[in-house]
């Protein structure tokens, strides 16, 4: 198998607050993960990718400072929303890949931000 | 990154064989080509991944054309629980160093009914 579980599922705030969210690999082990966001009815945008002891690479148009990536070990990435406004509510999903060539990503099954 | 595009919906009937097609025309040597299903509110799920010509699992099969210019996923037997958003996706799978980054198009929305 290849599993990857994210949490919270689902988490309530209020503006200014940071969010933590966590991404683990299961059962694999993991030398790069990714970090997707998606609105409703829209398809998944890339974030940041992050590789195992490294920093984390941004797309375009995504603050690291505002989004801050970490990837400790190779089951475990983090993704803080730093200073959380009502626009960054959406639905964060992370993946996963194992080390290998021509590996596909497994994604987690992602959390529902609300900021209040 | 390789270019994807897909039909944005189709419909079908429990008991039907699905073919969806998508198009990658400026896909790469080294690209890999792999398709998800999607559940709303929930991450994407992977079905299939392939390089060329045909590859075959438990869920689907994937036919690529010698061109590779478009591949074809096909859904034996769909059921009501197939009804889902498909995306079809090409990445060099790791092997330029790139971490096998991908870019999510619209996907295809599949509507399954009795």
């Known amino acids: 198998g290849a599993v990857v579980s994210q949490h919270p599922s689902w988490v309530i705030c209020k503006s200014g607050t940071s969010v933590k969210i966590e991404c683990r690999s299961l059962d694999f082990q993991a030398t790069t993960m990714f970090w997707y966001r998606q609105f409703p009815k829209q398809s998944l945008m890339l974030m940041a990718t992050s590789n195992e002891g490294s920093k984390a690479t941004y797309e375009q148009g995504v603050e690291k400072d505002k989004f801050l990536i970490n990837h400790a070990s190779l089951t475990l990435s983090t993704l803080t929303v730093t200073s959380a406004h009502p626009e960054d509510s959406s639905f964060y999903i992370c993946?996963?890949?194992?080390?290998?060539?021509?590996?596909?990503?497994?994604f987690g099954d992602g959390t529902r931000l609300s900021i209040l | 990154l390789a270019k994807t595009t897909q039909p944005i919906s189709m419909d079908s009937y429990e008991g039907q064989e699905v073919n969806i097609t998508c198009s990658h025309n400026n896909i790469a040597t080294n690209d890999y080509i792999t398709w998800y299903q999607q559940f709303p509110s929930q991450g994407p799920r992977f079905i299939i991944q392939g390089y060329k010509t045909k590859v075959t699992n438990e869920v689907a099969s994937l036919f690529i054309p010698a061109d590779r210019k478009s591949s074809t996923l096909s859904l034996p037997r769909v059921s009501l629980s197939d009804t889902a958003v498909y995306y079809c996706?090409?990445?060099?799978?790791?092997?330029?160093?790139?971490?096998?980054?991908?870019?999510f198009g619209t996907g295809t929305q599949l509507k399954v009914e009795l």
């Open positions: 993946s996963a890949r194992r080390r290998g060539d021509n590996q596909p990503q497994h």
């Open positions: 996706l090409v990445g060099d799978g790791g092997l330029t160093g790139g971490g096998n980054k991908l870019t």
